[in-house]
């Protein structure tokens, strides 16, 4: 899910002030649930806004310049064999004649909570203590039923095979530099983690400065954020264990590699932003969440308070941190701190929940008498300015030429716009570059000293221009093919930008951008090859797909060249559908390999609720509208039916995070529209989501049951209070559910395992344990991943195997066939 983190920030650049989430390490962005070939660079920094839900790490685009994100299976001793003969399914996909043996869990019928007066039952509510004996039972089981199912699909060799195969390239991120230096992500292929690299210029020999992979022998161990000194002489950096949002940060000496004592712990949605004399940094933590004894971080489902701003001199302890800001009267509330590219300002952004909204206030460094370390024996805290002291919309600083500031801000403008203003006269403030009429204004970076490089998003596909940073006239439009901008290297003093790109059918191509001409020269620097992959053997088409209400929804078709629409495609639908997350296209291997050895089509449907035409697209799927994302989803997958493109029988859908929550929803919803659902990480408990970790940030995507009308809105599509057996409803249709698998992993601290558990023992107990004439023969099963969490920072080995596992559960359920 989403955290508000503020605004996206670039390869090794420092981003203030920021008021959109980051859609990577933010609280509740797409998971990732693809196997993605391009380098995973941790965010640089990012300010603490609220994405926190769903930022599994399976976006179907990735941006390096975030941070972006799933389960445990205990490996039974000996997989035993169930015999599963298919039998078709009315309005489902082949099932499973053999019924399964599925686990009993304990219902305690006592547990009743009274919502505004409706009687609402929670029978497995001792699901949500994760260190109970009989939670833990509860698990072992479910992945010993797992396994057994996965054990008969035939294929799922086959996959982990050929996706290892073509996972296996070199792949770099886009340079940037720091003092002297240069300094790029590179992944040889099959690494966990991808590794950090140094040069003194671009030809030069490249050398190893920070290595993830020598951490842990499991790869589990991830370098989740970092920032470099000005001056290029240390580095801070976060680590992340098991897929945890807690961070530990430490810091590096970049000359001799060598560890600097400090070490800061119980780091949570934080960027980290040095001062220009490089002395120190600001970062956001929160208190520890338990008192005394051992604690698995990341295990926990304690709610997530209090976050505070410290400054950390170099070479002290953190008990000595200086508390720059806290807000205890407001205990929700996160913050993110960060310095200007020139030095001379702190910006300071408030977040309450994942709206692109945000307060904004400033600090001027050389107004300190004492600087920053005279606060340290001081009970006051840093004495911000308040430029915006209200949530009314999202302020992201672009560039500042001393007290003149330029935002981007959606400010009476649901697709943004940039604006100036003199923060000594704040009263003041004027359009630099008016809201385009009909694309979204994504970012705007200065470049060139007085030239800004802005990406639109037109149709979700992505625009650069270059613009004068005055004035907003447009001065040239970059070349570039249909796709998405990944990241963007560049500072305000730089006259060379390097421009990440991908798309469906491009692994990755890093463009090197000379601005100093008239006509900036935009030449490749590094294109990704995948061995194996021939892009010309593959299609891919945007169509337009009317929805319920007549809404018109972009959906992206991959397949390969010149298919019968003939109705007989296997054909996988991928959904997000939430927190202003747009999603954009990539490249995956996984989508590939199910294109190329087994016939698929591959779909993404950018329903409402996503980013991808603005903050009116976003409303339009939020709060009391959030049945629009579903009716859009089920209108894409009548699509692809009535198009000829593939069959209910034959339809897979699947979602991460709030995505996952789209797939429950679906399916409960239209069990017969579908032959098969993969739903990772979801948000199912609608009423309960708000009381554990950063829950509560979501509040603000989906209301919260606490307050009545938002009770109702929720009860009407909360996926674990909707679950009904098809076959007794009054429409007298016997179809039943479709093979389901809801993937969860033990140390997912954003959306915790609570949901996918307690939607497994009841999906289970409704359909298939609690009567003896079901017709429930599809199976429902969950994926339990170990040492893992959301989805970020997961290891390369751990994204092809359950890849493997999911795709190959998919293929037997659809009945889809391997071909080499």
């Known amino acids: 899910m989403a955290v508000n983190m503020g605004r996206r920030g670039r390869m090794g650049r420092d981003i203030t002030g920021g008021g959109s989430f980051l859609k990577d390490c933010g609280l509740i962005g797409p998971t990732e649930t693809d196997c993605q070939p391009?380098?995973?660079?941790?965010?640089?920094?990012?300010?603490?806004?609220?994405?926190?839900?769903?930022?599994?790490?399976?976006?179907?685009?990735?941006?390096?310049?975030?941070?972006?994100?799933?389960?445990?299976?205990?490996?039974?001793?000996?997989?035993?064999?169930?015999?599963?003969?298919?039998?078709?399914?009315?309005?489902?996909?082949?099932?499973?004649?053999?019924?399964?043996?599925?686990?009993?869990?304990?219902?305690?019928?006592?547990?009743?909570?009274?919502?505004?007066?409706?009687?609402?039952?929670?029978?497995?509510?001792?699901?949500?203590?994760?260190?109970?004996?009989?939670?833990?039972?509860?698990?072992?089981?479910q992945a010993e039923l797992a396994e057994t199912v996965l054990a008969g699909c035939l294929d799922r060799e086959n996959l982990r095979r050929e996706v290892t195969r073509l996972f296996d390239h070199p792949r770099h991120g886009a340079p940037f530099r720091r003092g002297n230096k240069y300094f790029h992500f590179h992944n040889s292929g099959l690494q966990a983690q991808s590794v950090l690299y140094m040069q003194d210029h671009l030809d030069g020999e490249a050398e190893v400065l920070l290595d993830p992979n020598t951490l842990s022998k499991d790869g589990t161990i991830a370098l989740s954020t970092y920032s470099i000194s000005e001056d290029g002489k240390y580095i801070a950096y976060g680590l992340s264990e098991s897929g945890s949002d807690w961070v530990s940060i430490h810091v590096m000496s970049v000359a001799d590699k060598q560890p600097m004592p400090d070490k800061l712990s119980w780091v949570k949605f934080s960027s980290i932003s040095w001062t220009h004399d490089g002395k120190g940094f600001f970062y956001g933590r929160y208190p520890a969440p338990r008192e005394g004894g051992e604690l698995d971080a990341g295990t926990e489902t304690n709610i997530n308070l209090?976050?505070?701003?410290?400054?950390?001199?170099?070479?002290?302890?953190?008990?000595?941190?200086?508390?720059?800001?806290?807000?205890?009267?407001?205990?929700?509330?996160?913050?993110?701190?960060?310095?200007?590219?020139?030095?001379?300002?702190?910006?300071?952004?408030t977040y309450d929940g994942c709206d692109p909204v945000n307060k904004l206030y400033?600090?001027?460094?050389?107004?300190?008498?004492?600087?920053?370390?005279?606060?340290?024996?001081?009970?006051?805290?840093?004495?911000?300015?308040?430029?915006?002291?209200?949530?009314?919309?999202?302020?992201?600083?672009?560039?500042?030429?001393?007290?003149?500031?330029?935002?981007?801000?959606?400010?009476?403008?649901?697709?943004?716009?940039?604006?100036?203003?003199?923060?000594?006269?704040?009263?003041?403030?004027?359009?630099?570059?008016?809201?385009?009429?009909?694309?979204?204004?994504?970012?705007?970076?200065?470049?060139?000293?007085?030239?800004?490089?802005?990406?639109y998003m037109s149709d979700v596909k992505h625009i650069l221009q270059i613009r004068d940073i005055s004035t907003g006239n447009l001065i040239h439009q970059l070349p570039l093919e249909i796709g998405s901008v990944s990241e963007i290297s560049c500072r305000r003093e730089d006259k060379e930008v390097f421009i990440g790109f991908t798309s469906f059918l491009s692994p990755g191509i890093i463009y090197r951008c000379n601005l100093a001409p008239t006509i900036p020269e935009m030449k490749m620097f590094r294109e990704i090859s995948v061995p194996g992959f021939d892009r010309t053997s593959f299609q891919v088409k945007q169509v337009f797909v009317s929805s319920k209400d007549g809404a018109k929804i972009p959906m992206f078709i991959m397949s390969k060249k010149d298919i019968n629409l003939d109705g007989s495609h296997p054909t996988l639908l991928y959904g997000y559908g939430g927190f202003n997350i747009s999603i954009?296209?990539?490249?995956?291997?996984?989508?590939?390999?199910?294109?190329?050895?087994?016939?698929?089509?591959?779909?993404?449907?950018?329903?409402?609720?996503?980013?991808?035409?603005?903050?009116?697209?976003?409303?339009?799927?939020?709060l009391a509208m959030k049945q629009n994302c579903f009716d859009d989803f089920a209108a894409c997958?009548?699509?692809?039916?009535?198009?000829?493109?593939?069959?209910?029988?034959?339809?897979?859908?699947?979602?991460?995070?709030?995505g996952g929550l789209l797939v429950a929803a679906s399916i409960n919803q239209r069990?017969?529209?579908?032959?098969?659902?993969?739903?990772?990480?979801?948000?199912?408990?609608?009423?309960?989501?708000?009381?554990?970790?950063?829950?509560?940030?979501?509040?603000?995507?989906?209301?919260?049951?606490?307050?009545?009308?938002?009770?109702?809105?929720?009860?009407?599509?909360?996926?674990?209070?909707?679950?009904?057996?098809?076959?007794?409803?009054?429409?007298?249709?016997?179809?039943?559910?479709?093979?389901?698998?809801?993937l969860t992993a033990d140390h997912d601290d954003r959306v915790v395992p609570l949901h996918s558990l307690k939607l497994l023992a009841t999906l289970q107990h409704v359909l298939c344990t609690s009567t003896e004439d079901s017709l429930q023969t599809n199976p429902i099963i969950g994926r339990i991943d170990r040492k893992s969490g959301h989805g970020a920072g997961r290891p390369t080995q751990k994204m092809i195997d359950e890849a493997a596992d999911r795709y190959s559960f998919m293929a037997k359920m659809l009945g889809a066939q391997w071909t080499e």
């Open 38 to 141: 391009m380098v995973k660079s941790p965010t640089p920094s990012l300010q603490p806004a609220m994405l926190l839900l769903l930022r599994k790490s399976v976006p179907l685009r990735f941006f390096s310049r975030r941070p972006l994100n799933p389960f445990f299976l205990p490996p039974p001793s000996r997989p035993r064999r169930l015999p599963l003969l298919p039998r078709a399914a009315m309005g489902s996909v082949a099932g499973d004649a053999a019924r399964l043996a599925y686990p009993t869990a304990r219902r305690d019928d006592s547990v009743v909570d009274d919502y505004h007066g409706v009687q609402i039952p929670d029978p497995y509510r001792w699901l949500e203590d994760p260190d109970s004996e009989e939670t833990k039972e509860f698990v072992a089981k």
């Open 306 to 349: 209090n976050h505070q701003i410290y400054y950390h001199v170099l070479g002290s302890d953190q008990s000595e941190d200086i508390l720059c800001w806290k807000d205890p009267e407001h205990p929700k509330y996160t913050f993110g701190a960060s310095v200007t590219e020139d030095g001379q300002y702190i910006i300071l952004g």
């Open 362 to 455: 400033y600090c001027k460094i050389a107004s300190l008498p004492r600087g920053i370390e005279g606060f340290r024996e001081s009970e006051e805290m840093l004495p911000f300015v308040k430029l915006i002291d209200n949530f009314d919309a999202q302020y992201q600083v672009v560039a500042n030429d001393g007290d003149e500031f330029t935002f981007l801000t959606n400010k009476n403008a649901p697709r943004n716009k940039l604006v100036r203003v003199n923060i000594k006269n704040p009263e003041l403030w004027t359009d630099v570059l008016p809201e385009h009429e009909k694309d979204v204004l994504e970012s705007a970076d200065a470049v060139n000293n007085n030239q800004l490089l802005v990406c």
């Open 584 to 622: 954009t296209p990539s490249f995956s291997v996984g989508r590939v390999v199910l294109c190329k050895n087994m016939g698929f089509v591959v779909c993404v449907a950018n329903i409402r609720g996503g980013g991808e035409y603005g903050e009116d697209w976003h409303k339009a799927g939020a």
């Open 637 to 658: 997958a009548e699509f692809l039916i009535s198009g000829g493109y593939t069959s209910s029988r034959r339809l897979c859908i699947e979602g991460g995070s709030n």
């Open 671 to 742: 069990p017969d529209l579908f032959g098969c659902a993969l739903a990772h990480v979801g948000v199912m408990d609608m009423l309960r989501f708000h009381k554990f970790t950063i829950g509560h940030a979501w509040t603000t995507d989906y209301g919260c049951s606490d307050k009545e009308e938002e009770f109702q809105w929720l009860i009407k599509y909360s996926p674990l209070h909707n679950v009904r057996r098809p076959w007794e409803q009054s429409s007298g249709d016997h179809s039943q559910y479709p093979a389901t698998m809801l």
